[in-house]
Nanobody
Framework: VQLQASGGGLVQAGGSLRLSCAAS????????LGWFRQAPGKEREFVAA????????YYEDSVKGRFTISRDNDGNTVYLQMNTLKPEDTAIYYC?????????????????WGQGTKVTVSS
């Protein structure tokens, strides 16, 4: 299974970005998907996750109400819509697959990782 993340960039505080992550190989529609981020000098942290069906989602507290995770099983793609961005959202964002299909927030529960896309939010 391979994942390719895209959509990062430079945006002003209060702006929006939409990240995409395209998967190839495996059985995409059976996998849960997650987004994580890693800021400079910090550990990678959970951002959001979505179940195999798309029926369940879970968010880290600081992004609730601002970020939305969604998926397109026909297109083998997961998205992260990020609104009202803040400078503290600056990080490299990674998509990941959890092959058991259920929403998880522990980094160790994820089996495959994309290469990351950089998001920079200026104040």
């Amino acid at each position: 299974v391979q994942l390719q993340a895209s959509g990062g960039g430079l945006v002003q505080a209060g702006g929006s970005l939409r990240l995409s992550c395209a998967a190839s190989g495996g059985y995409f529609s059976t996998y849960a998907l997650g987004w994580f981020r890693q800021a400079p000098g910090k550990e990678r942290e959970f951002v959001a996750a979505i179940s195999w069906s798309g029926g369940y989602t879970y968010y880290e507290d600081s992004v609730k109400g601002r970020f939305t995770i969604s998926r397109d099983n026909d297109g083998n793609t997961v998205y992260l819509q990020m609104n009202t961005l803040k400078p503290e959202d600056t990080a490299i964002y990674y998509c990941a697959i959890n092959t058991d299909g259920y929403v998880k927030w522990n980094i160790r529960d994820y089996d495959y990782w994309g290469q990351g896309t950089k998001v920079t939010v200026s104040s």
